[in-house]
């Protein structure tokens, strides 16, 4: 099956400062791939639409200033969260899709401290 | 639109015996159909799908769901459940934009098995 890798795992961060988050597909490419966030026991709620060589997209209610995304090529996208805050500190998940099916990376732990 | 719903926040059931975890949906196209399950603070895991082929679709680990058109449900199903199937299960309806697949998730079935 489809493999999709997500780095770091965990981070810790001071607040104020910037993670960068990186969701790699390595067995196919993906020219659209999603970022979710997820709290603590509820379901995943879809960031944005990252697509290669374009602007992402964003859901509403999501800060395209606070989580910039970039996908650089058809295989990584990143996504940053700038100057964090403890209201930031969540689970991220990135998905790339294969046809009809979502692959999903195993997702970032991020706390701010 | 399409939308997913879980009927259940939490099952409880016993080792050994079946499990049904039930999902509804909306679409207003013919829809692909998913169920992950999500460990704790691990990703998420794809059991099965369904993609307009056979309505019963067998996944991993004994799992099997069901596409009734008629009544707009994909339930899961396990014959004899494991203390290894605790976890939490989403029932995702997926979309095509055109370029990818956009995949819309219910609220989530945490699965809680007892000896």
């Known amino acids: 099956g489809a493999v999709v890798s997500q780095h770091p795992s965990r981070v810790i961060c001071k607040s104020g400062t910037s993670v960068k988050i990186e969701c790699r597909s390595l067995?196919?490419?993906?020219?659209?791939m999603f970022w979710y966030r997820q709290f603590p026991k509820q379901s995943l709620m879809l960031m944005a639409t990252?697509?290669?060589?374009?602007?992402?997209?964003?859901e509403q209610g999501v800060e395209k200033d606070k989580f910039l995304i970039n996908h650089a090529s058809l295989t990584l996208s990143t996504l940053t969260v700038t100057s964090a805050h403890p209201e930031d500190s969540s689970f991220y998940i990135c998905?790339?899709?294969?046809?009809?099916?979502?692959?999903f990376g195993p997702g970032t732990r991020l706390t701010v401290l | 639109a399409q939308s997913v719903t879980q009927l259940d926040s939490h099952v409880s059931v016993s080792e050994g015996t079946p499990v049904l975890l039930r999902c509804n949906y909306s679409?207003?196209?013919?829809?692909?159909l998913f169920w992950y399950v999500q460990h704790p603070n691990k990703g998420l895991q794809l059991l099965l799908k369904y993609t307009s082929a056979a309505t019963l679709v067998k996944g991993i680990n004994g799992f099997e769901a069901e596409f009734k058109k008629s009544e707009t449900s994909f339930h899961l199903t396990k014959p004899s459940a494991h203390m290894s199937d605790a976890a939490e299960y989403f029932c995702v309806v997926s979309v095509n934009t055109g370029t990818a697949s956009k995949l819309t998730f219910g609220t989530g079935t945490r699965l809680q098995v007892t000896l």
């Open positions: 679409s207003s196209y013919s829809p692909s």
């Open positions: 990252s697509n290669e060589g374009s602007k992402a997209t964003y």
């Open positions: 998905s790339a899709s294969r046809g009809t099916t979502g692959y």
């Open positions: 067995d196919f490419q993906a020219t659209t």
